[in-house]
Protein backbone atom coordinates (compact mmCIF):
# COMPACT_ATOMS: atom_id res chain seq x y z
CA UNK A 1 0.00 0.00 0.00
CA UNK A 2 1.58 3.91 -0.79
CA UNK A 3 1.99 5.32 2.15
CA UNK A 4 0.61 8.86 2.54
CA UNK A 5 3.99 10.80 1.91
CA UNK A 6 4.41 8.51 -1.06
CA UNK A 7 1.11 9.99 -2.65
CA UNK A 8 2.02 13.49 -1.62
CA UNK A 9 5.57 13.48 -3.35
CA UNK A 10 3.46 11.59 -5.97
CA UNK A 11 1.51 13.84 -7.22
CA UNK A 12 3.27 16.84 -6.09
CA UNK A 13 7.14 16.41 -7.29
CA UNK A 14 5.79 17.61 -10.44
CA UNK A 15 4.30 20.78 -9.42
CA UNK A 16 6.69 21.29 -6.76
CA UNK A 17 9.56 21.08 -8.94
CA UNK A 18 8.57 23.65 -11.70
CA UNK A 19 7.48 26.03 -9.18
CA UNK A 20 10.52 25.70 -6.88
CA UNK A 21 13.21 24.41 -9.14
CA UNK A 22 15.31 26.73 -12.14
CA UNK A 23 14.63 28.42 -14.39
CA UNK A 24 11.35 29.34 -12.96
CA UNK A 25 11.63 28.49 -9.01
CA UNK A 26 13.32 31.24 -6.42
CA UNK A 27 13.82 33.71 -8.92
CA UNK A 28 14.62 36.63 -6.29
CA UNK A 29 17.29 34.05 -4.74
CA UNK A 30 18.91 31.84 -7.12
CA UNK A 31 21.85 32.87 -9.48
CA UNK A 32 21.16 30.83 -12.70
CA UNK A 33 24.20 32.03 -14.68
CA UNK A 34 26.62 34.28 -15.27
CA UNK A 35 27.00 37.03 -17.45
CA UNK A 36 26.23 36.50 -21.04
CA UNK A 37 29.03 38.42 -22.33
CA UNK A 38 32.02 35.98 -22.42
CA UNK A 39 32.39 32.96 -23.25
CA UNK A 40 32.84 31.24 -19.79
CA UNK A 41 30.70 28.23 -18.30
CA UNK A 42 30.77 26.64 -15.13
CA UNK A 43 30.42 22.91 -14.74
CA UNK A 44 28.83 21.48 -11.74
CA UNK A 45 28.34 18.59 -10.47
CA UNK A 46 25.66 17.73 -7.26
CA UNK A 47 25.16 14.66 -4.35
CA UNK A 48 28.61 13.58 -4.21
CA UNK A 49 31.32 12.60 -3.10
CA UNK A 50 31.08 8.79 -3.80
CA UNK A 51 34.43 6.48 -3.85
CA UNK A 52 34.32 5.58 -7.31
CA UNK A 53 32.17 7.49 -9.46
CA UNK A 54 33.67 10.81 -8.14
CA UNK A 55 37.19 9.34 -7.94
CA UNK A 56 36.43 8.61 -11.51
CA UNK A 57 34.94 11.97 -12.87
CA UNK A 58 37.82 14.04 -10.89
CA UNK A 59 40.90 11.68 -13.11
CA UNK A 60 38.80 13.02 -16.10
CA UNK A 61 38.75 16.88 -15.14
CA UNK A 62 42.46 16.63 -14.59
CA UNK A 63 43.39 15.07 -17.43
CA UNK A 64 41.18 17.77 -19.18
CA UNK A 65 42.30 20.78 -17.10
CA UNK A 66 39.24 21.72 -16.48
CA UNK A 67 37.60 22.59 -13.04
CA UNK A 68 34.62 22.12 -10.99
CA UNK A 69 32.34 22.79 -8.24
CA UNK A 70 30.85 20.31 -6.25
CA UNK A 71 27.84 20.57 -4.02
CA UNK A 72 28.53 17.78 -1.45
CA UNK A 73 25.83 15.94 0.70
CA UNK A 74 27.39 16.64 4.00
CA UNK A 75 26.64 12.86 5.38
CA UNK A 76 28.44 12.04 1.76
CA UNK A 77 31.37 14.67 3.57
CA UNK A 78 31.46 12.55 6.67
CA UNK A 79 31.57 9.00 5.12
CA UNK A 80 34.54 10.74 2.05
CA UNK A 81 36.72 12.94 4.36
CA UNK A 82 39.34 12.20 1.79
CA UNK A 83 37.82 12.91 -1.26
CA UNK A 84 36.31 16.08 -0.36
CA UNK A 85 40.58 17.26 0.45
CA UNK A 86 41.27 15.65 -2.76
CA UNK A 87 38.46 18.07 -4.60
CA UNK A 88 40.15 21.18 -2.93
CA UNK A 89 43.31 20.03 -3.41
CA UNK A 90 43.05 19.77 -6.65
CA UNK A 91 41.64 23.30 -7.53
CA UNK A 92 38.20 22.47 -7.56
CA UNK A 93 35.48 24.53 -5.54
CA UNK A 94 33.29 22.88 -2.85
CA UNK A 95 29.89 24.10 -2.09
CA UNK A 96 27.16 22.58 0.26
CA UNK A 97 24.16 20.71 -0.88
CA UNK A 98 22.53 20.15 2.29
CA UNK A 99 23.17 17.12 5.25
CA UNK A 100 20.96 14.64 3.90
CA UNK A 101 19.32 15.62 0.49
CA UNK A 102 16.09 15.88 1.98
CA UNK A 103 13.20 17.57 0.01
CA UNK A 104 11.35 18.11 3.07
CA UNK A 105 14.08 20.22 5.26
CA UNK A 106 13.82 22.96 2.86
CA UNK A 107 10.04 23.18 2.98
CA UNK A 108 10.01 24.00 7.13
CA UNK A 109 9.33 27.23 7.88
CA UNK A 110 11.99 27.05 10.72
CA UNK A 111 14.28 24.49 10.53
CA UNK A 112 18.26 25.44 9.69
CA UNK A 113 19.64 22.23 10.77
CA UNK A 114 20.01 20.84 7.22
CA UNK A 115 22.10 23.84 6.65
CA UNK A 116 24.02 24.30 9.55
CA UNK A 117 25.15 20.60 9.64
CA UNK A 118 26.58 20.67 5.95
CA UNK A 119 28.28 23.71 6.73
CA UNK A 120 30.04 22.36 9.63
CA UNK A 121 31.21 18.65 8.00
CA UNK A 122 32.56 20.67 5.27
CA UNK A 123 34.44 23.88 7.26
CA UNK A 124 36.30 20.46 9.90
CA UNK A 125 37.24 18.97 6.33
CA UNK A 126 38.85 21.90 4.44
CA UNK A 127 39.30 24.48 7.36
CA UNK A 128 37.05 27.02 5.68
CA UNK A 129 33.09 27.59 5.64
CA UNK A 130 31.44 26.71 2.00
CA UNK A 131 29.71 30.08 0.64
CA UNK A 132 27.65 28.61 -1.97
CA UNK A 133 24.99 26.45 -1.65
CA UNK A 134 22.72 24.49 -4.35
CA UNK A 135 19.18 23.13 -2.62
CA UNK A 136 18.34 19.38 -3.02
CA UNK A 137 15.79 18.71 -6.24
CA UNK A 138 16.65 22.27 -6.60
CA UNK A 139 14.15 23.45 -4.01
CA UNK A 140 14.02 26.91 -3.23
CA UNK A 141 10.95 28.61 -1.19
CA UNK A 142 11.16 32.02 -0.43
CA UNK A 143 11.71 31.34 3.36
CA UNK A 144 14.73 28.64 2.49
CA UNK A 145 15.82 31.58 0.06
CA UNK A 146 15.62 34.13 2.89
CA UNK A 147 17.29 32.32 5.79
CA UNK A 148 19.81 31.01 3.27
CA UNK A 149 20.91 34.43 2.38
CA UNK A 150 21.02 35.55 5.98
CA UNK A 151 23.77 32.91 6.52
CA UNK A 152 25.81 34.49 3.95
CA UNK A 153 25.70 31.96 1.07
CA UNK A 154 25.53 32.26 -2.49
CA UNK A 155 22.37 30.36 -3.82
CA UNK A 156 23.23 28.57 -7.43
CA UNK A 157 20.80 27.37 -9.62
CA UNK A 158 21.49 26.72 -13.47
CA UNK A 159 20.52 26.92 -16.98
CA UNK A 160 21.90 23.44 -18.60
CA UNK A 161 20.06 20.65 -16.38
CA UNK A 162 21.31 17.43 -17.80
CA UNK A 163 19.31 13.68 -17.39
CA UNK A 164 22.58 11.92 -16.15
CA UNK A 165 21.19 11.17 -13.00
CA UNK A 166 18.68 9.01 -14.43
CA UNK A 167 18.83 4.98 -13.91
CA UNK A 168 19.24 3.28 -16.20
CA UNK A 169 21.84 5.71 -17.30
CA UNK A 170 21.50 7.55 -20.68
CA UNK A 171 23.07 7.31 -24.07
CA UNK A 172 26.38 9.95 -22.84
CA UNK A 173 25.92 11.24 -26.21
CA UNK A 174 22.19 12.32 -26.04
CA UNK A 175 23.55 13.72 -22.75
CA UNK A 176 25.93 15.25 -24.72
CA UNK A 177 23.86 16.65 -27.81
CA UNK A 178 21.27 18.46 -25.27
CA UNK A 179 23.99 19.93 -23.40
CA UNK A 180 25.55 21.93 -26.32
CA UNK A 181 21.91 22.63 -27.40
CA UNK A 182 21.44 24.42 -24.33
CA UNK A 183 24.69 26.14 -23.63
CA UNK A 184 24.96 29.98 -23.56
CA UNK A 185 27.91 32.19 -22.53
CA UNK A 186 27.38 32.32 -18.40
CA UNK A 187 26.02 28.78 -18.81
CA UNK A 188 26.11 26.66 -15.35
CA UNK A 189 25.71 23.12 -16.01
CA UNK A 190 24.39 20.80 -13.38
CA UNK A 191 25.63 17.03 -13.41
CA UNK A 192 25.35 14.78 -10.49
CA UNK A 193 28.35 12.10 -10.16
CA UNK A 194 27.75 10.31 -7.24
CA UNK A 195 24.62 9.31 -4.75
CA UNK A 196 23.26 11.05 -1.74
CA UNK A 197 24.39 9.01 1.56
CA UNK A 198 26.06 6.63 -0.32
CA UNK A 199 30.19 5.69 0.30
CA UNK A 200 30.37 4.40 -3.08
CA UNK A 201 28.77 4.89 -6.33
CA UNK A 202 29.11 3.49 -9.76
CA UNK A 203 28.49 4.93 -13.07
CA UNK A 204 29.69 6.00 -15.98
CA UNK A 205 27.44 8.23 -18.22
CA UNK A 206 28.90 11.77 -16.47
CA UNK A 207 32.52 10.80 -16.97
CA UNK A 208 31.99 10.11 -20.46
CA UNK A 209 29.84 12.86 -21.10
CA UNK A 210 32.58 15.49 -19.49
CA UNK A 211 35.02 13.63 -21.78
CA UNK A 212 33.09 14.37 -24.56
CA UNK A 213 31.62 17.65 -23.68
CA UNK A 214 34.74 19.65 -22.92
CA UNK A 215 36.39 19.20 -25.99
CA UNK A 216 33.70 20.21 -27.96
CA UNK A 217 32.59 23.56 -26.18
CA UNK A 218 36.62 24.04 -25.87
CA UNK A 219 36.29 23.83 -29.95
CA UNK A 220 33.02 26.24 -30.26
CA UNK A 221 35.51 29.17 -27.98
CA UNK A 222 34.29 28.70 -24.28
CA UNK A 223 36.39 28.36 -20.87
CA UNK A 224 35.92 26.00 -18.41
CA UNK A 225 35.45 28.30 -14.94
CA UNK A 226 34.61 27.50 -10.68
CA UNK A 227 30.78 29.07 -10.49
CA UNK A 228 32.89 31.71 -8.12
CA UNK A 229 35.34 32.79 -10.77
CA UNK A 230 32.29 32.97 -12.83
CA UNK A 231 29.76 35.02 -11.08
CA UNK A 232 32.92 36.55 -8.77
CA UNK A 233 31.89 35.91 -5.80
CA UNK A 234 33.50 34.08 -2.77
CA UNK A 235 33.68 30.35 -2.60
CA UNK A 236 34.31 29.97 1.29
CA UNK A 237 34.53 31.77 4.18
CA UNK A 238 36.57 31.87 6.98
CA UNK A 239 36.20 29.09 9.67
CA UNK A 240 35.79 31.30 12.66
CA UNK A 241 32.40 32.10 10.47
CA UNK A 242 30.48 28.56 10.89
CA UNK A 243 28.00 28.53 13.39
CA UNK A 244 27.87 26.56 16.11
Known sequence: MMRATDLVYAVGDPVLTKLLSPPHG???????H???TERRVALTFDDGPCRGSTERLLDALGELEAPGTFFCVGENVRLNPELVERLDREGHVVGSHSERHSRGAGLSFGDTEHI?????????????RPALYRPPWGWLTPW???????????????DVYTLDWQIPEPDPADVVSAAIADTEPGSIFC???????????????TVDTIRELVPRLRSMGYEFVTVSDLLGVDAYRAIEDVAA
Open 26 to 32: GRRHYVN
Open 34 to 36: GPR
Open 116 to 128: LAAERRIATVLGK
Open 144 to 158: EGRRLQRLGYTIIGW
Open 191 to 205: FHDAFPLEAAWDKDV
